[in-house]
């Protein structure tokens, strides 16, 4: 029997009585078990998989494996042949790349192999040699490899996961670094998801118009030259796959068969898990899926292995860069979960009231407006100028590119890096479930973020005197230092948004293409509210909010946001002053959300639950973000060759 036929007898289903157990502690803990959205699903997952009844971290072992494709000679990449010798060098030697930023970030041990190199690679320190070939053939004109050939890059798949395995190792993040694999893979992906060549093709590495054609009848002619039969996974690979592709499914396959889990990168990785659950479906429910790539045909992989995608940054890069943040989120719900299980809440929370103070006047309220600085233009220009000749395809990390741009314009950096963070959550400890104090304190402990719960006073100020205790909360906080901010309130303040008024305006701002804020300015602008009048206390909560947003913006910090509560109130403030748009960070679109928004949002995860949860997690991108900025080299510092198509070509320089 051979490690392959033997690996795929040794995979089990999941564990039933682990996932019964966490699902019956979430229950019996929560009131609102599904606020978690997929992050329960991800816990329960999990613990199938390890078959602990409160799961532990894992520990994570990042593989990025290289190989040379011969269907390169067809000119299908942005980017020449020698790249992936500099970029393997890269990996190992100036530890400059996408995969060692984020493999920093996630914690994660970095492993790099050899699997089919066009070139002698010598003694590079930590290289792993388990080089096939020199690159496999041209797969527009025949096989690409033998079938004994694919055998062995399976075989290595999942030789590396026992060894690693048998260091503790459970959760496998697979890259992968070879010029023209995208066309490969997007092979692949039509035959095994019944796409067109125009379906499953898209522009790797940012190529051009001109070369996309190219790059689609390529695949068209591999497909017509090779036959692939789809019921046969091996023959799928030798046909049409890459030497490192094959190591990738035999990595999920071997890490099915020891009860470990692989988190799904992009579009090459999907196109291995392709290959793997042809050989054997129940590898299926070892996987978890990560970001929606930019590929086209990334969607359709996803919903024939029956993943969720979790987050969108427009990411076009295989260096395990989505699963990377996805594992470290995971991370985060593994410490939430384990606090649940203990009686302990962990200190983290400082408490503060809020005492009445003198009104604000409506000309006060629009001059400090009128002075919230757009972001500074020449630190964003040098921030994104320094991330397009980082070691990467141009724009091929997307929103995390975004993320730090705008946090260069905030600081006024071209380079920014760790930055202090606070999540001030409106709401008293009192009204604050056990559950929701420990799921807050495990997420901000996560996010490496302090918690203030902030007290507000008896409604018995007008709405104008609490937007200045908003500002004046934050100028506070930025005076010592902080410089992201987090915004939320308590869990069981969540449903109850606001008064009647603010109620009637928000339902006009719901059913609207624009902000319908009649009913609510006009509150804001009179001086003083009537006694007959007095707003509720969630209309208090609500403009001290804004007022916090305004005073964040103003004194320059970034503004993350929870829930729906949280986006209300910074939707009001951009209405009334523009400029604090660019200091706004959402990090999901809340589910109840039906605003009209054009800030993006990033994850994907269905959460509800309050209590600054959701800006932690938002908080965790910022951090992935600057690991990107900080941690990786230019390709002058690497000596890596630049791109020769597409919007890279004079871009990047060396």
Known sequence: MNLLTQTI???????????????????????????????????????????????????????????DHGVAEMKVSAYPPETTVHMTKNYLISKGAVANALAN??????????????????????????????????CAKGAAM?????????????????????????????????????????????????????????????????????????????????QPNPADGIDVLMKLGGFELGCIAGIILGAAANRAFVVLDGFNTGAAALIAATLCPTVKEYLMGSHLAAEPAHQAILEKLNLQPYMDMHFRLGEATGSSIIVNLLDGMLLAYTALTKDHIPDLFCCQSEKAMLPLTTQELQEYNDTIRPLHLSSMEKCQLRIDNLCKPIYSLGRLEEIAVKIAGITASAKPNILQKR??????????????????AAFAQHANAKVTLIELPKPSQDLLTAIKGGMLLAEKEIRQGTQIIGIATTENQRHDICGTKVKQALQKLLTTNYIELTIFKDRLLKPHTPASETPAANDIELAYMIGLILGAAHGGALIVLDNFISEIAAKIAIDLAPNVKDYILRTETPPVSALDWDIPSYLNLNMTTGGGCIAALGMKLVDASLHMLNDMKTFTEASVAVANDGPGAGRQKI
């Open 105 to 138: 970030f996630s914690k994660s041990h970095m492993v790099v192999v050899d699997m089919g190199i066009a070139a002698p690679m010598g003694k590079i320190p930590g290289l792993l040699d388990r080089k096939i070939a020199l690159g496999t053939k041209n």
């Open 146 to 226: 033998s079938r004994l050939e694919a055998l062995q890059s399976l075989h290595t798949g999942i030789e590396l996961v026992q060894k690693y395995t048998a260091q503790g190792y459970h959760c496998f993040l697979p890259g992968e670094m070879g010029i023209a694999n995208t066309t490969s893979s997007a092979a692949i992906v039509a035959c095994l998801c019944d796409l067109s060549p125009e379906e499953a093709t898209g522009r790797g590495t940012n190529i051009s118009d001109e070369r996309l054609k190219v790059k689609i009848d390529v695949v068209r002619q591999t497909l017509a030259v090779n």
């Open 423 to 440: 999540i001030l959550c409106f709401g008293s400890k009192a009204n604050m479930s056990s559950t929701q104090q420990k799921l807050t």
């Open 9 to 67: 007898k040794n995979i089990k289903p999941l564990d039933k009585k682990a996932i019964h157990d966490v699902q019956k502690k979430l229950s019996d803990t929560m009131t609102n078990v599904e606020g978690l959205g997929y992050l329960k699903s991800i816990l329960l997952n999990y613990a199938g998989i390890s078959g602990e009844k409160i799961p532990s971290e894992p520990k994570k072992c990042t593989i990025i494996s290289c190989a």
